[in-house]
């Protein structure tokens, strides 16, 4: 089945530093979306990319959809706090709904 | 305004048992999406429902998976003599529009078989 690879798979920061994570697939995809998942919740849309080579912000947030369509990066500037959670990636095709997700990318910031 | 309610948030079933989950969507919003979660994994689609049909349950096991969304009354996802390897967290998602990517997801439902 399709595949999306969502990398690092963890990372430990400082509060402060800037946070950069990608996910990339062997498919071509229409749509990529970031979310955000906190223990025991939902995932919470952050940005969602409709078009090659778009590049969005939500504040501190920054996402790209890359120009070959495989691949999405998301960043974030100067993280706080409550940036800690899992991040994930998904991808959509024709039917749109029927979403890929990357495994995730846990923030976990140090004291 | 409400958002996507499910209930409910935990549900701790013996093998061979019934689980029933429910899903109540965003007022107004007449599509539903159900997802699986497996522990350090990313959501898996399951079913697309719109009021009283459904509308692509590729995603849904063929045997002892059902879902339902009426007409009054909340969404359920309906999993007959539940085994170990169905544990795992049940997302519920609702749109205003058809085919909807940016759908809002309630807080799930973490099954677990015991």
């Known amino acids: 089945g399709q595949q999306l690879n969502q990398s690092p798979q963890s990372m430990f920061i400082q509060e402060g530093e800037d946070v950069s994570m990608n996910c990339t697939s062997s498919?071509?995809?229409?749509?990529w979306l970031w979310y955000k998942q906190d223990p025991g919740e939902g995932p919470v849309l952050l940005i969602a990319?409709?078009?090659a080579g778009e590049l969005t912000s939500n504040g501190r947030l920054t996402a790209q959809f890359g120009i070959t369509r495989k691949d999405s990066f998301l960043n974030i500037s100067a993280s706080i706090p409550s940036d800690v959670g899992i991040y994930f990636c998904?991808?959509?095709?024709?039917?749109?709904?029927?979403?890929?997700w990357g495994a995730g990318t846990k923030l976990i910031i140090k004291p | 305004n409400a958002g996507v309610m499910q209930n409910p948030r935990h549900l701790v079933r013996r093998r061979g048992q019934e689980a029933r989950l429910r899903c109540s969507p965003v007022?107004?919003?007449?599509?539903v999406y159900w997802y699986r979660q497996l522990p350090e994994e990313g959501l898996k689609f399951m079913v697309y429902?719109?009021?009283?049909?459904?509308?692509?349950e590729s995603g849904m096991p063929k045997e002892r998976f059902s879902a339902e969304f009426p007409k009054e009354g909340p969404s359920i996802l309906r999993i007959q003599q539940v085994v170990r390897g169905d544990s795992a967290a049940y997302f519920c998602?609702?749109?205003?529009?058809?085919?909807?990517?940016?759908?809002?997801f309630g807080q799930g439902t973490r099954l677990t078989v015991v």
């Open positions: 007022k107004g919003h007449s599509h």
């Open positions: 498919s071509i995809f229409n749509t």
């Open positions: 990319l409709y078009k």
């Open positions: 998602a609702s749109s205003a529009l058809p085919r909807d990517t940016e759908a809002f």
């Open positions: 998904a991808g959509g095709k024709d039917s749109n709904y029927q979403l890929i």
């Open positions: 429902l719109q009021k009283e049909n459904i509308i692509d």
